[in-house]
């Protein structure tokens, strides 16, 4: 299941898609991140950065997982991951 | 992302840190709208870079969240100037900057007489002369100089009789002299010399009026070029000759041949081009660019007009000053026979209206002859008009009375 599909079947309209995108396995761009809940070291291994984001006015955890992750912040709410991301799945609270 | 577009063009600072909750920092921070560059996570550690506005708030953040983190590198404009900030040489050189460049504006550095004809070497050790007795000498004040311009002006004309036109400006601290010099007069004789009067050019007399002198050649007479056409020797009724100054208009009839050529195709340059248009401040003599470099377009042709700066509809002191270049460009034109005609008429009336303008226009004989490339135009004119021209009468020895 894409990320797309699964952000449906988490209740989120098609329209709100582009609140979070991925490009080429490389890039994710989440523009309603509310929060870091966890991260490990991803520096040298596959590690994993857990994002709150608010989709469909509820909060989901966005679980990123890869090799080199960096987090860029452009302001509040709008988070920037790039690296070789292997996998981004969805936690339930 | 690049950094010039991510908000940090005043420069970075890198920091990097340890502790227990590097997640709820990166929240905090991100919450409050700090922007997060390269913020890698690691074994309990978390680096990255904040813009310097922004790494107070990272540090306050990094204390709540029982980080501790330390400032590395420091990049950009901000940490630039900071060290520097402490040199005091910079200060006073760019203040000694302002002040030489200050007085040496208040300051006439330089002056310089422009004519678009000749100066004499001694006229213009005149004209520096004066300009220094009005007070306008190098190092004298550039401040308030309308009254010495104006002096220095009046006095160049009055003592310079060659002088036509003077302007003195200083813009800056140069002190600019427009002297233009008159055309000089063209010798006439002595309303008394006696003289002759002969004819300027060969021509048939239609009609004469003599205030003075001696008839010689009458109405109907031909005449050629030097001709004599009216004495200045009289004889009176004693028989004694007297030398006057011989006065008269002598209207003579005579022919010119003038031809025209307009080709049915030709390639015209006309001031059709793109256009630059460049502004001055006017104050008094003074005037200021309102634009960088030099106002000049090569191959262009130019115009000005001059407006009043109003200010709630009241003149003010000031005026803008805009001149207007327009390029030429070629084109070509390809004429019909008609086309060709009248551009010889045009041709034709501006000849005359140029060059026969003191004269008759008597008759005109037109003759249009259409060539392989164009059509000439032959014209005869037959005009009229003075051909008395005076002629000093050179005496060969002093007291005697024999006339050239």
Same mark, same amino acid.
């Given at each position: 299941m894409g990320l797309k599909e699964a952000l449906t079947a988490l209740g989120e309209a098609p329209y709100q898609h582009t609140t979070v995108t991925l490009r080429d396995g490389a890039e994710l761009i989440a523009e309603n991140c509310a929060g870091v809940i966890s *991260?490990?070291?991803?520096?040298?291994?596959? !590690?994993?950065?857990?994002?709150?984001?608010? *989709?469909?006015?509820?909060?989901?955890?966005?679980?990123?997982? !890869?090799?080199?992750?960096?987090?860029?912040? !452009?302001?509040?709410?709008?988070?920037?991951?790039?690296?070789?991301?292997?996998?981004v799945?969805?936690?339930?609270? | 992302?690049?950094?010039?577009?991510?908000?940090?063009?005043?420069?970075?600072?890198?920091?990097?840190g340890y502790g227990a909750f590097p997640e709820r920092f990166a929240t905090e921070l991100i919450n409050c709208g700090v922007e997060l560059r390269r913020v890698r996570f690691g074994d309990g550690t978390i680096s990255g870079a904040v813009s310097p506005a922004d790494y107070w708030e990272t540090a306050r953040t990094a204390r709540r969240c029982g980080l501790r983190i330390r400032a590395g590198k420091r990049r950009g404009l901000y940490f630039t100037a900071l060290r520097y900030s402490r040199?005091?040489?910079?200060?006073?050189?760019?203040?000694?900057?302002?002040?030489?460049?200050?007085?040496?504006?208040?300051?006439?550095?330089?002056?310089?007489?422009?004519?678009?004809?000749?100066?004499?070497?001694?006229?213009?050790s005149q004209i520096m002369s004066i300009l220094g007795e009005c007070g306008l000498s190098e190092g004298s004040s550039a401040r308030r100089l309308e009254n010495s311009t104006t002096a220095a002006e009046r006095r160049i004309l009055l003592e310079i009789p060659e002088t036509a036109w003077v302007d003195v400006t200083c813009v800056g601290f140069r002190l600019e002299a427009a002297v233009e010099m008159g055309t000089p007069a063209p010798e006439m004789l002595d309303a008394d010399a006696p003289c002759n009067l002969v004819a300027s050019r060969a021509a048939a007399v239609v009609s004469h009026v003599v205030r003075d002198g001696v008839l010689v050649t009458e109405t109907g007479s031909g005449v050629p070029e030097g001709g004599l056409l009216v004495s200045g020797t009289v004889t009176d009724a004693a028989g004694n000759v007297i030398l006057k100054h011989a006065s008269a208009e002598v209207i003579g009839e005579y022919t010119e041949t003038r031809e025209f050529f307009v080709p049915y195709k030709e390639t015209l340059r006309l001031p059709e081009g793109e256009t630059a248009e460049y502004r001055w401040l006017v104050y008094g003599d003074d005037e200021y660019p309102l634009f960088f470099g030099v106002a000049a377009m090569e191959d262009s042709v130019y115009s000005e007009q001059t407006e009043a700066v109003r200010l709630f509809g009241k003149e003010t002191p000031l005026k803008i000053r805009t001149g207007r270049f327009t390029g030429y460009v070629s084109r070509n034109v390809?004429?019909?026979?008609?086309?060709?005609?009248?551009?010889?008429?045009?041709q034709q009336a501006a000849f005359e209206e140029n060059f026969y303008a003191g004269q008759e226009v008597y008759s005109c004989e037109k003759t249009a002859v259409p060539e392989q490339d164009g059509i000439r135009l032959r014209c005869v004119y037959t005009l009229r008009g003075n051909i008395a021209k005076e002629q000093e009468i050179l005496l060969s020895q002093p007291g005697s009375q024999g006339a050239e």
């Open positions: *991260c490990t070291d991803s520096r040298e291994v596959s !590690g994993e950065i857990v994002l709150k984001i608010r *989709c469909a006015g509820e909060d989901r955890l966005m679980r990123v997982q !890869g090799t080199g992750l960096t987090l860029e912040s !452009g302001g509040a709410y709008g988070v920037r991951i790039t690296g070789s991301i292997e996998a799945s969805f936690l339930s609270l | 992302m690049k950094e010039n577009k991510s908000g940090l063009r005043f420069g970075s600072v890198e920091f990097s040199r005091a040489g910079l200060y006073v050189g760019f203040l000694a900057f302002v002040m030489l460049t200050a007085l040496s504006g208040s300051r006439i550095q330089d002056i310089e007489i422009v004519s678009s004809g000749t100066v004499t070497a001694a006229q213009r390809t004429r019909s026979a008609d086309d060709c005609l009248a551009e010889l008429s045009r």
